[in-house]
């Protein structure tokens, strides 16, 4: 299992600090939210897929995304080149089918609604990859500390990041075992063989994780977990100009969006 | 001398400290919270479960959602939403939710976790929150839209607001009867599961705008793969209890008996 889905490089993305690309991704994603119209959507894929290119990120994972997702974003635009409630007809298919909901007509606004959520499905699907490629995953949890979230939590999140690999070796150990065993075939067999061998895998794993973590429970305990000390920090990460200027921009952006929107 | 007394009349004036409550989420292990995340994230990884003939998947996931609030209890939503956001940062390429996909996770593990906790009054505040984030989409009052949500959230709902059925399924569960516990983890299963497919398609229809002409033919699907869900987490999360209980590990049944 992959650890990290970081692609070390010397960009400017790569450079700026994770709490501006945070921010930067959450702006994106509510202005794909709040527009609806084509043509601005493809402006902020535009600007998505500049930064791809920007950050030297492979093309073959954005290929890899568009194929998976294809078939659901043909859904998407089929069921709104059918049924959207347009005016200005482009298309004379047929003859009213109330059955179905279908006008008879393709039209305009349907099109370019249909290609609207198509759009932002993809900046949707791009985003996350793009800050996750170009952000290391220990700055980006100190990100989320320096946020404020509660130390807890950011110390759930590594911990439980740290443990991915023994628990994914007992995974392998436990599905090499039910197959020694022949109480399960993970790989064939119809749905409820698999379904049975889930069971004989899950249920054995979660049983030896729970057994492990009274160890990590003592380890807790003997570091007084939760005293009230003053933390501090291995990696330390500084805002600098850059990244107050991308934070202003998408603040900006978002307030544009807003206006273009509603205004 | 005068060192040592200043120093045990300070002691005695502060309040103990109780290390014990600060290593806890909701009463639960921070440890047991950690593994749990662990393993979610783990899950996502192990390869789905296809539905025959139809191109679709049942996830791992999903059944790890669907038992979270019997085994951990509350903490169940923290445990996911570590889990799912760490599954988001693992791989980023199949979130068709975007940066907020463990919300679906962390929702299923809050109603079911809440409801073990007797906590039931927010646990259909929280419920009704979700319904009414589906209902309130102007496209869920289309033709025969209501459908959607009703099999298993009208369930849910019957669990967390009729106190007979509510208070039954809750002894079983906590006091791990060996035939009865059965149908009240079903019960709590279809809580968790209903809880999360809802907030997932409640999060659909507000991003892609799906119609009816989508969600009303293929309705019949999702419920038989909702169905093959509940049934698989009921088998397990019994499996899961039961072991956790003779091999005398820390779970929420414990705490909340």
Same mark, same amino acid.
Request: include cysteine.
């Given at each position: 299992?992959a650890?990290?889905?970081?692609?070390?490089?010397?960009?400017?993305?790569?450079?700026?600090?994770?709490?501006? /690309?945070?921010?930067?991704?959450?702006?994106?994603?509510?202005i794909?939210?709040?527009l609806?119209?084509?043509?601005?959507?493809?402006?902020?894929?535009?600007?998505?897929?500049?930064?791809?290119?920007?950050?030297?990120?492979?093309l073959?994972?954005?290929?890899?995304?568009?194929k998976?997702? @294809?078939?659901?974003?043909?859904?998407?635009?089929?069921?709104?080149?059918f049924?959207?409630?347009?005016?200005?007809?482009?298309?004379?298919?047929?003859?009213?089918?109330?059955?179905?909901?279908?006008?008879?007509?393709?039209?305009?606004?349907?099109?370019?609604?249909?290609l609207?959520?198509?759009?932002r499905?993809?900046? =949707?699907?791009?985003?996350?990859?793009?800050?996750?490629? #170009?952000?290391?995953?220990?700055?980006l949890?100190?990100?989320l500390? /320096?946020?404020k979230?509660p130390?807890?939590?950011?110390?759930?999140?590594?911990t439980?990041?740290?443990l991915?690999?023994?628990?994914?070796?007992r995974?392998?150990?436990?599905?090499?075992?039910?197959?020694?065993?022949?109480?399960?075939?993970?790989?064939?067999?119809?749905?409820?063989?698999?379904?049975?061998?889930?069971?004989?895998l !899950?249920i054995?794993? =979660?049983?030896?994780?729970?057994r492990? @973590?009274?160890?990590?429970?003592?380890a807790?305990?003997s570091?007084a977990?939760?005293?009230?000390?003053?933390?501090?920090?291995?990696?330390? %990460?500084?805002l600098?100009?850059v990244?107050?200027s991308?934070?202003m921009?998408?603040?900006?952006?978002l307030?544009?969006?807003?206006?273009?929107?509603?205004? | 001398? /005068?060192?040592?007394?200043?120093?045990t009349?300070?002691?005695?004036?502060?309040?103990?400290?109780?290390?014990?409550?600060?290593?806890?989420?909701l009463?639960?292990?921070?440890?047991?919270?950690?593994?749990?995340a662990?393993?979610?994230?783990?899950?996502s990884?192990?390869?789905?479960?296809?539905?025959?003939?139809?191109g679709?998947?049942?996830?791992i996931?999903?059944?790890?959602t669907?038992?979270?609030?019997v085994?951990?209890?509350?903490?169940?939503a923290?445990?996911?939403m570590?889990?799912?956001?760490?599954?988001m940062?693992?791989?980023?390429?199949?979130?068709?939710?975007?940066?907020?996909?463990?919300?679906?996770?962390?929702?299923g593990?809050?109603?079911?976790?809440? !409801?073990?906790a007797?906590?039931? /009054?927010l646990?259909?505040?929280?419920?009704?929150?979700?319904?009414? %984030?589906?209902?309130?989409?102007?496209?869920?009052?289309?033709? !025969?839209?209501?459908i959607?949500?009703?099999?298993?959230?009208?369930?849910?709902?019957l669990?967390?607001?009729?106190?007979?059925?509510?208070?039954?399924?809750r002894?079983?569960?906590? @006091?791990?009867d060996?035939v009865? +516990?059965?149908p009240?983890?079903?019960?709590y299963v279809?809580?968790?599961?209903s809880?999360?497919?809802l %907030? %997932?398609?409640?999060?659909v229809?507000?991003?892609?705008?799906? @119609?009816?002409?989508?969600?009303?033919? #293929?309705?019949?699907?999702?419920?038989?793969?909702?169905?093959?869900i509940?049934?698989?987490?009921?088998? +397990?999360?019994?499996?899961?209890?039961?072991?956790?209980?003779r091999?005398?590990l820390?779970?929420?049944?414990? +705490?909340?008996?």
């Amino acid at each position: 299992m992959a650890t990290s889905a970081f692609i070390p490089a010397n960009t400017f993305l790569h450079r700026l600090d994770a709490r501006s /690309k945070l921010i930067a991704l959450l702006t994106i994603l509510a202005i794909a939210m709040i527009l609806d119209h084509p043509v601005y959507i493809l402006g902020l894929l535009g600007i998505v897929l500049f930064s791809w290119l920007a950050a030297r990120l492979p093309l073959n994972f954005l290929g890899n995304i568009f194929k998976y997702f @294809s078939g659901i974003a043909l859904l998407i635009f089929c069921i709104q080149l059918f049924f959207y409630p347009g005016e200005i007809y482009l298309l004379h298919l047929s003859r009213p089918i109330p059955l179905i909901g279908f006008s008879g007509y393709i039209s305009l606004e349907g099109v370019l609604y249909g290609l609207a959520l198509i759009l932002r499905l993809i900046v =949707i699907l791009t985003i996350a990859p793009l800050l996750v490629m #170009t952000t290391p995953l220990s700055e980006l949890m100190l990100a989320l500390v /320096k946020f404020k979230i509660p130390y807890r939590f950011a110390f759930i999140l590594t911990t439980a990041m740290s443990l991915l690999p023994s628990i994914q070796n007992r995974a392998e150990l436990i599905q090499q075992a039910q197959l020694c065993r022949g109480v399960a075939d993970f790989e064939q067999g119809n749905l409820i063989l698999r379904l049975r061998a889930s069971a004989s895998l !899950l249920i054995p794993l =979660i049983l030896g994780a729970f057994r492990d @973590s009274q160890t990590l429970e003592v380890a807790i305990s003997s570091r007084a977990f939760g005293a009230p000390v003053q933390r501090t920090y291995l990696l330390e %990460t500084h805002l600098r100009p850059v990244d107050y200027s991308l934070i202003m921009a998408s603040g900006l952006l978002l307030l544009f969006s807003l206006w273009i929107r509603w205004g | 001398m /005068k060192d040592e007394r200043s120093t045990t009349q300070n002691t005695i004036d502060q309040p103990s400290r109780r290390w014990d409550v600060k290593g806890r989420i909701l009463g639960i292990p921070i440890s047991l919270v950690v593994i749990w995340a662990a393993l979610f994230v783990t899950a996502s990884a192990i390869p789905a479960l296809p539905v025959p003939g139809m191109g679709g998947v049942i996830t791992i996931n999903a059944i790890m959602t669907a038992i979270s609030g019997v085994v951990l209890g509350p903490a169940a939503a923290v445990a996911n939403m570590a889990g799912g956001i760490i599954s988001m940062l693992l791989f980023p390429f199949g979130a068709f939710l975007g940066p907020l996909s463990f919300l679906t996770v962390t929702v299923g593990g809050l109603v079911s976790g809440l !409801l073990l906790a007797n906590r039931w /009054k927010l646990a259909g505040v929280v419920e009704l929150l979700v319904v009414a %984030t589906w209902f309130v989409n102007p496209d869920s009052w289309q033709t !025969l839209m209501w459908i959607v949500p009703l099999p298993y959230t009208a369930v849910t709902l019957l669990v967390i607001f009729f106190p007979p059925l509510r208070h039954w399924a809750r002894k079983q569960i906590l @006091s791990l009867d060996r035939v009865r +516990i059965w149908p009240a983890m079903f019960l709590y299963v279809t809580v968790a599961h209903s809880a999360e497919f809802l %907030t %997932t398609n409640a999060m659909v229809n507000w991003m892609y705008d799906l @119609s009816w002409q989508y969600w009303v033919p #293929t309705w019949l699907y999702w419920v038989s793969v909702d169905t093959v869900i509940i049934v698989i987490s009921t088998i +397990i999360g019994v499996g899961v209890l039961t072991g956790l209980h003779r091999a005398r590990l820390p779970h929420a049944t414990e +705490i909340y008996r």
